[in-house]
């Protein structure tokens, strides 16, 4: 079973560019979870979606965004990026709503530099 | 808000030692415990967990304990290994709301 893939691996941005973050769910996973891990912050929520809908964000600002499209992939997009922005983000799946004790499944992340 | 708190930040323990983390919750609607074991280059993943109705699970050489009227949880790492040298993040969520929350990372290092 292939597991959580997140595309690209690195990436370096420039203050104010915009990027976007893919991420492949595990097959059978209809949620998608997003988190920033910055350094010594340990892992912070950023978006879920099930089903395609979002059901829950977490306290970033609007230039963070996503969207889940009909084969459960997610895609990160981050406008208007601040240095303040690099970090790891992870993506993570489930088996859905209601299903969280089967555990989530993270990738291995996308390494976010901003100068 | 930080809403699961984690010590210590990091912890060296002797091989064949036990390695203890510590997390406490304010949220008492919080239902579901994991804990996550992160390698360098690598995302977290689920070790084990444990929900409020019960106050100990084990698997293996891990061991959850659970405190409800304190708020507070515990991972065990028995007979530490250098393998198990990796950052371990506790974590909560609620009935409802499938998102995680989680404490700040605790970096463990078993020395030989």
Redesign the interface.
């Given at each position: 079973e292939a597991g959580v893939t997140q595309s690209p691996t690195h990436l370096i941005k420039t203050r104010g560019q915009q990027v976007t973050l893919r991420c492949s769910p595990i097959s059978g996973h209809t949620s998608v979870y997003w988190y920033q891990q910055a350094l010594g912050l340990g892992l912070q929520f950023l978006l879920w979606y099930d089903e395609g809908e979002e059901r829950n964000r977490g306290n970033f600002p609007p230039r963070f965004s996503g969207r889940q499209f009909p084969n459960y992939s997610s895609e990160l997009n981050v406008n208007a990026l601040e240095l303040e922005d690099s970090a790891l983000y992870l993506c993570a799946s489930s088996r859905g709503w209601g299903r969280r004790e089967s555990g989530y499944t993270f990738g291995s992340g996308t390494r976010l530099t901003v100068v | 808000q930080q809403q699961v708190k984690?010590s210590p930040q990091s912890l060296i323990v002797q091989k064949g030692g036990i390695s203890i983390i510590n997390c406490a919750y304010e949220n008492t609607a919080f239902d579901?415990f994991?804990w996550?074991q992160q390698f360098p280059?690598?995302?977290?993943?689920?070790l084990i967990?444990i929900?409020p109705d019960v106050s100990e699970k084990k698997e293996g050489r891990f061991t959850i304990s659970f405190n409800k009227s304190a708020k507070q949880f515990s991972l065990h790492i028995m007979d530490s290994q250098p393998g198990d040298s990796a950052t371990y993040?506790c974590a909560a969520?609620h009935f409802g709301?499938?998102?995680?929350?989680?404490?700040?990372?605790t970096r463990l290092t078993i020395i030989p």
């Amino acid at each position: 079973e292939a597991g959580v893939t997140q595309s690209p691996t690195h990436l370096i941005k420039t203050r104010g560019q915009q990027v976007t973050l893919r991420c492949s769910p595990i097959s059978g996973h209809t949620s998608v979870y997003w988190y920033q891990q910055a350094l010594g912050l340990g892992l912070q929520f950023l978006l879920w979606y099930d089903e395609g809908e979002e059901r829950n964000r977490g306290n970033f600002p609007p230039r963070f965004s996503g969207r889940q499209f009909p084969n459960y992939s997610s895609e990160l997009n981050v406008n208007a990026l601040e240095l303040e922005d690099s970090a790891l983000y992870l993506c993570a799946s489930s088996r859905g709503w209601g299903r969280r004790e089967s555990g989530y499944t993270f990738g291995s992340g996308t390494r976010l530099t901003v100068v | 808000q930080q809403q699961v708190k984690q010590s210590p930040q990091s912890l060296i323990v002797q091989k064949g030692g036990i390695s203890i983390i510590n997390c406490a919750y304010e949220n008492t609607a919080f239902d579901y415990f994991p804990w996550y074991q992160q390698f360098p280059g690598k995302g977290p993943a689920l070790l084990i967990a444990i929900r409020p109705d019960v106050s100990e699970k084990k698997e293996g050489r891990f061991t959850i304990s659970f405190n409800k009227s304190a708020k507070q949880f515990s991972l065990h790492i028995m007979d530490s290994q250098p393998g198990d040298s990796a950052t371990y993040f506790c974590a909560a969520s609620h009935f409802g709301n499938e998102k995680l929350t989680f404490g700040t990372g605790t970096r463990l290092t078993i020395i030989p």
